[in-house]
């Protein structure tokens, strides 16, 4: 295993807040099947049209990055670092993608 150093993280009462913008966090669960990720986007859009800007940030759908995990070691016994975070990435874009895509079909903008 590589060790990684991180920078330290501000406490949140340091951080500037800013006005009119909310992030909505959604865990795998919340986004587990397409039906859930539809009330997940449904969600998004009602929190636009309250007049906030939104920042939502997804989880892999379900089990899906245990899946993704089990599949790099079934290939490699030691996944090589850059690979391995490119790999397991693809559940989150999967997600975002998805979201995206209807919350369109609710007549508003995703970036």
């Known amino acids: 295993m590589v060790a990684t150093d991180f920078e330290a993280i501000p406490a949140v009462g340091d951080a500037p807040r800013t006005p009119g913008l909310v992030v909505m966090k959604f ?34 759908m379900g089990n899906t990055t245990d899946e993704l995990i089990r599949l790099a070691h079934q290939v490699s016994s030691r996944p090589y670092p850059r690979e391995y975070d490119m790999l397991i990435s693809t559940g989150e874009r999967i997600s975002n993608a998805l979201c995206a895509m209807a919350i369109h079909d609710l007549g508003h903008e995703a970036v």
């Open 27 to 60: 865990g795998g669960s919340s986004v587990a099947d397409t039906d859930k990720l539809k009330r997940v986007a449904q969600r998004l859009v009602a929190a636009r049209e309250s007049g906030v800007k939104v920042v939502a940030v997804l989880s892999a």
